[in-house]
């Protein structure tokens, strides 16, 4: 069994596919197969389930996933300990990150990363389901941090470091019956049509505790992955939102105002996995983020 087998394997195994795991690896979909099957004949048992549509876990293949991940993770801290002792760090570092995050400057931050430690190469993505996605792939150590908003109880498994907050004010159209106003009580809210991030989203669990909160329903009329185009969508006729002060500029066409009677506030948080150590990479980044940002 060799270290490379086990990445392969965990690779199909967290794509679903091997041609997004041989996209991923950087190397040709046959030299997967290959070391996928000679890892199944090395242990004598079927460890994928291969159709058309999606490859999937045999019970075996389950059982495995954790320990290759672990042999893994083990055989990245011991190159992280000789790169440190060499004087340079290398590797892969999976950052997880929202849709939009301009509440601090993540490419400068990502820049002096780079320039810090040209040897590690920084891979960033997002989730569809927003910071409950993120959360999932960090414990399943798809990623090895993760940017998140979680307002409310801190789920199980993560460890997380605040690293600021902004607030949520409503946006409305110019011409709008509450464009005028100086404040909103969140009361006077019911029964408009809102746009609003799918439900998994930090933004979208800020408003929906905040309505229940204060016993208002709401309806949600559309919803968009990109809290930088909520603005737009309001100005265009589409609803109304709430939205982090940090992604309202200068957006012609709207009016933004303060809601009181309710907790809006938006956090952005580290988020690391709790059953691992953070490696040599991501420890880098996170004294880095602790300089510019805590």
Known sequence: MELRQLEYFVAVAEEQSFTRAATRLF????????????????????LLERNSKRVLLTDAGAALLPRARFALDAAREARDAVAEVRGGL????????????????????????HRRHPGVLLRTMAAPSGSTGLIEALTDHRLDLAFVSLPGAKPRGVRLIELTHSVLDLVVPDGHPLAARDTVEITELTGLDFIDSPVGYGNRSVTDRAFAAAGVPRRVTIEIADIGTGAAHVRHGLGITLLPRFVLGDEPGVAVIPVTGADLTWPLSLAIADDRTPGAAARALITLLTERIT
């Open 90 to 113: 290398s590797g892969t570092l999976r950052i997880g990150t929202l849709t939009s995050i301009r509440i601090i400057d993540l490419p400068a931050i990502l820049g002096e990363f």
């Open 27 to 46: 190397v040709v979909q046959s030299a997967v197969s290959a070391a996928v099957k000679a890892l199944e004949r090395d242990l004598g048992a079927a």
